[in-house]
């Protein structure tokens, strides 16, 4: 096979993958459970290249996540029962049939351009997808559980994201902080919890973790009423970390010094320098 614009290309070379005479061993073990850490690792990838604007990278980045689409397409349609089997056409239908009804005022005759019609519209035609969707489901005798409120947020997402989403959710019931200074005193009391266990029961790993977690969830609740998202919050604390870091590791390689053998005064010192030079 060629190298090809076609995206029916890229289909066939995974079902050639996947054929269990002929195909990749690797790729014919696997599932959609295994593959589940490659698809968030392709997806974290992109957004590595889209923040160090690479548009070289950002294309391949695109290509190995565009392969996870298809990859879990593949062997659902390799699925031996009926009902719940779907190839890439499938998914493609599906995409494009939700896009084009969710935008009469593009694609139909609709003029609600303004933007608070557009977004009630766009409210309004979810409601009615969803319950086209348990219609369907029920036709082929997919029953679902009844959903909990929270269910709306995804259980797969990463930890923070999914903080924020839960309080978001509980919130329009009414289950919420009304005063931010509230949120920081919570934070106050979760820290103070986090101390009672590392003093008193000796680093018992499950009980600190669990508070831990408590501080975690506050910090993102506080995060959440000050409009700032804490993933983008902590991304950029990340770069700083690295920036004054790298600092150290600069001035010490022209010391003819190693990280390995300066003490942590040097490096504290060197850290202090780095967030001077920054705020100057």
């Known amino acids: 096979m060629t190298p090809s614009r076609d995206i029916s290309v890229l289909v066939e070379i995974m079902k050639r993958l996947r054929d269990k005479e002929t195909g990749c061993p690797w790729d014919v ?33 695109l290509g190995d996540l565009l392969l996870q689409v298809i990859f879990h397409a593949q062997m659902a349609s390799e699925l031996t029962e009926e009902k719940a089997r779907f190839d890439f056409g499938d998914v493609v239908h599906a995409v494009t049939k939700k896009m084009i009804r969710r935008h009469p005022h593009v694609f139909g005759d609709s003029e ?45 997402m990463p930890a923070m994201k999914a903080a924020v989403k839960l309080q978001k959710q509980a919130s329009k019931v009414g289950f919420d902080w009304h005063d931010t200074l509230l949120v920081l005193d919570k934070i106050a009391e979760e820290i103070e919890e986090v101390r009672v266990e590392l003093i008193h029961n000796e680093m018992d790993e499950p009980a600190v973790r669990n508070e831990v977690g408590d501080l975690l969830f506050a910090v993102a609740n506080l995060a959440r009423h000050l409009n700032v998202d804490p993933d983008e919050a902590l991304a950029y604390t990340n770069q700083k970390f690295r920036d004054r870091f790298g600092h150290i590791e600069t001035e010490l390689t022209a010391r003819g010094d190693t990280l390995a053998n300066a003490t942590l005064e040097e490096m504290e010192e060197l850290w202090q320098e780095a967030k001077q030079e920054r705020e100057e």
């Not at 295994?34 to 070289?56: F, G, H, K, M």
């Not at 409601?127 to 036709?139: D, G, H, M, P, V």
């Open 29 to 61: 073990e696997q599932n959609f459970a295994s593959i589940i850490p490659y698809t968030i690792e392709e997806a974290y990838e992109v957004q590595d290249a889209i923040e160090r604007n690479d548009l070289y990278d950002m294309r391949d980045e």
């Open 112 to 156: 609600a351009r303004d933007k608070g019609m557009v977004r009630s519209a766009w409210e309004a035609i979810k409601q009615e997808e969803k319950s086209e969707r348990a219609q369907e489901r029920l036709a082929l005798g997919l029953v679902d559980k009844e959903q909990a409120f929270l269910d709306q947020v995804p259980r797969g």
